[in-house]
DNA sequence: TGTCAGTTTTAACATAGGTTAATGCTCACC
DNA sequence: GGTGAGCATTAACCTATGTTAAAACTGACA
């Protein structure tokens, strides 16, 4: 919550609009972003130009390439908003350097790393064994407020499949 | 490498013959591993008794199911030596402990917590959009001396296909 | 050297999901 | 109320991978 404060207060807010891009994949972006309000979705797009999606974000959580902002190299995905939204934004470096100061930070830090290699696990683990059907039931009974508010292209995107196979799937 | 450091004088060498579990899926283990040598493999077991590879674990990492350790629940996966292994082990509490008494130990925890993350997001995205053919081949490059100690029956498992399929990829 | 267990290959068939394209639906806007 | 854009469904056909089972290979050991 101190790491959550700190952001609030010395970050600067953005308000970005449906569709628009906070950054986009092979940019540098050193950014974390607070997520106030609105929707967002995190992807991929390969060379032949097939977007898929890597999560989406909703409010509440600290979104941001931490490859991209640790390790200076361009993002691997794009962040674009679903809906608009109001974030806060701060640079992820100034986060670090709060941490080597702060203990408390430190294992806050350490919290929100943790949780976030739990999430992956569950992606992970679901993309490994589960079948295409099996991802889209649980994603509906994981998450059934998100689903609602998604267009069926963006869920076939995240499961992984096309929309015309999710489409089949849900005739079933 | 203070926290490496910390592990080998306060951890309790294990040793582990091919074949043997460290710990299986479905129980709980407060431990980290740092592997000393050996190879082992992480993996999970879905209900119709399906084996899918999460990771290969060579030398010189740390390994536990942070999860399992942290929220005091049951490890999702399995963890097996491929080859006979020597590790320390060490309560992961213990490390989490230290990291709050001491700034360097925190910031080694977050960078290790990082590039778990960057790694666990690499797999998400091959398995996200990659075909079977392109994972193999990204893996036989990225790691061509891992290949070479492998099964056909593991990397099958790895890449998330069966050694059938596999032998069909690699007689193209 | 022969045998056996474990691994890999091959083959035949089944199924999930991809591709393309046509059709139908819905909602915002004139 | 009519029109058009984007979204969802359906259908026909294609390809990758799964499943099962048999055959071939490999290496350890009696």
Redesign the pocket.
């Known amino acids: 919550m101190e790491l959550q404060k700190f952001i609030e207060t010395n970050g600067t807010l953005i308000q970005i609009e449906k569709g628009e891009q906070v950054f986009a994949q092979g940019e540098l972006c050193d950014y974390v972003y607070l997520v106030k309000t609105g929707l967002l979705k995190a992807f991929y797009l390969t060379e032949n130009g097939?977007e898929t999606i890597k999560s989406f974000v909703q409010s509440g959580t600290i979104i941001g390439s931490l490859n991209a902002a640790h390790c200076h190299v361009p993002s691997t995905f794009s962040l674009q908003a679903i809906e608009a939204c109001k974030l806060i934004q701060v640079p992820f470096k100034a986060l670090l350097t709060l941490s080597k100061e702060s203990i408390s930070i430190s294992q806050e830090l350490i919290q929100i790393l943790l949780s976030l290699s739990l999430k992956k696990e569950r992606r992970e683990f679901e993309l490994l064994t589960l079948?295409?059907?099996q991802r889209y039931e649980n994603l509906c009974s994981a998450e059934p407020e998100l689903v609602k508010n998604l267009?069926?292209?963006d869920i076939a995107k995240y499961l992984?499949?096309?929309?015309?196979?999710?489409?089949?799937?849900?005739?079933k």
Do not use: D, W, Y
């Open positions: 097939k079948s295409a059907t267009t069926q292209n992984g499949i096309t929309p015309v196979a999710l489409s089949r799937i849900k005739n």
